[in-house]
T-cell receptor, first 113, second 112 residues
Framework: NAGVTQTPKFQVLKTGQSMTLQCAQDMNHNSMYWYRQDPGMGLRLIYYSASEGTTDKGEVPNGYNVSRLNKREFSLRLESAAPSQTSVYFC????????????FGPGTRLTVL | QQQVKQSPQSLIVQKGGIPIINCAYENTAFDYFPWYQQFPGKGPALLIAIRPDVSEKKEGRFTISFNKSAKQFSLHIMDSQPGDSATYFCAARAGTASKLTFGTGTRLQVTL
């Protein structure tokens, strides 16, 4: 099992460019999440998908969109990148119900110039 | 609004010491309190978790102490080792359908 995989690992964008961060999990988990991690701010939830076919906003959704492509894949799109979106992005998944553990991917380090 | 407040921001202890990281919350609906450990360049990983019906949970050298009346919980690392050097996040969740709210993290360094 690969667990949670994210691509790319690193990305540099210019202001106004768009890109999609990809996330996939092979653990048959129902819920998937996108977080951003900034120094001194902890992990902040951007969007999540409680189950296939549903998505909801988290704490900091502005400037992002998501797609739950199928049960395995959950992508995060930046339509017009801004320097404030420079961050490390983590995808996570969780089975749900009595199993509360979230499994995190290795992260994508994004720099917007 | 920071719903889970974590302190200290950073901590340096000597090998064998007992670092303590504290978290406080306001939302009395929180019913699940995990701690995550993150090594540089990696994603966070679940370390240990507690529910509010117990006051302490121990797994190996890691212990969570929980004070429901004070709305506080803490992580203790016994006999700390240099390999424990990492960032630690507390978190909380209100109900199985809810999301995790994370603290701001504590960077721990264990020196020889």
């Amino acid at each position: 099992n690969a667990g949670v995989t994210q691509t790319p690992k690193f990305q540099v964008l210019k202001t106004g460019q768009s890109m999609t961060l990809q996330c996939a999990q092979d653990m048959n988990h129902n819920s998937m999440y996108w977080y951003r991690q900034d120094p001194g701010m902890g992990l902040r939830l951007i969007y999540y998908s409680a189950s296939e076919g549903t998505t909801d906003k988290g704490e900091v959704p502005n400037g992002y969109n998501v797609s739950r492509l199928n049960k395995r894949e959950f992508s995060l799109r930046l339509e017009s990148a801004a320097p404030s979106q420079t961050s490390v992005y983590f995808c996570a998944s969780m089975y749900g119900g009595a199993n509360n553990e979230q499994f995190f991917g290795p992260g994508t380090r994004l720099t917007v110039l | 609004q920071q719903q889970v407040k974590q302190s200290p921001q950073s901590l340096i202890v000597q090998k064998g010491g007992i670092p303590i990281i504290n978290c406080a919350y306001e939302n009395t609906a929180f019913d699940y309190f995990p701690w995550y450990q993150q090594f540089p360049g990696k994603g966070p990983a679940l370390l240990i978790a507690i529910r509010p019906d117990v006051s302490e949970k121990k797994e190996g050298r890691f212990t969570i102490s929980f004070n429901k009346s004070a709305k506080q919980f803490s992580l203790h690392i016994m006999d700390s080792q240099p390999g424990d050097s990492a960032t630690y996040f507390c978190a909380a969740r209100a109900g199985t359908a809810s999301k995790l709210t994370f603290g701001t993290g504590t960077r721990l360094q264990v020196t020889l």
